[in-house]
């Protein structure tokens, strides 16, 4: 596939899931990545991804818990990608 050229955060599948679901994004160079799990009310739930990674096409399994390990409630729930400069949210959906 070679090597993205821009950044992008694709759409995760399976959507709506239970019990994980997978979250690509694509870097077109090296850079410094944090991809997060949040509630609707903004509040930070899991960090999947905290590191530099290289350029090219990555994912990242959501398996429905918090930082703790807790399961999440059924809901909505947005997914961030920040890597440098670039920032894109998107939404999934948990079912229980």
Request: aromatic share 10%; hydrophobic share 40%.
């Given at each position: 596939?070679?090597?993205?050229?821009?950044?992008?955060?694709?759409?995760?599948?399976?959507?709506p899931f239970n019990p994980e679901t997978t979250i690509g994004y694509q870097l077109p160079a090296a850079a410094q990545v944090r991809l997060e799990i949040y509630d609707v009310?903004?509040?930070?739930?899991?960090?999947?991804?905290?590191?530099?990674?290289?350029?090219?096409?990555?994912?990242?399994?959501?398996?429905?818990?918090?930082?703790?390990?807790?399961?999440?409630?059924?809901?909505?729930?947005?997914?961030?990608?920040?890597?440098?400069?670039?920032?894109?949210?998107?939404?999934?959906?948990?079912?229980?």
């Amino acid at each position: 596939l070679g090597i993205p050229r821009d950044f992008a955060l694709g759409a995760n599948y399976p959507n709506p899931f239970n019990p994980e679901t997978t979250i690509g994004y694509q870097l077109p160079a090296a850079a410094q990545v944090r991809l997060e799990i949040y509630d609707v009310l903004g509040q930070r739930m899991r960090t999947l991804v905290q590191q530099v990674e290289p350029a090219g096409y990555h994912t990242a399994v959501w398996d429905g818990r918090d930082d703790g390990g807790n399961a999440l409630a059924g809901g909505v729930y947005l997914y961030r990608l920040q890597a440098d400069e670039f920032s894109q949210v998107r939404r999934l959906l948990l079912l229980k």
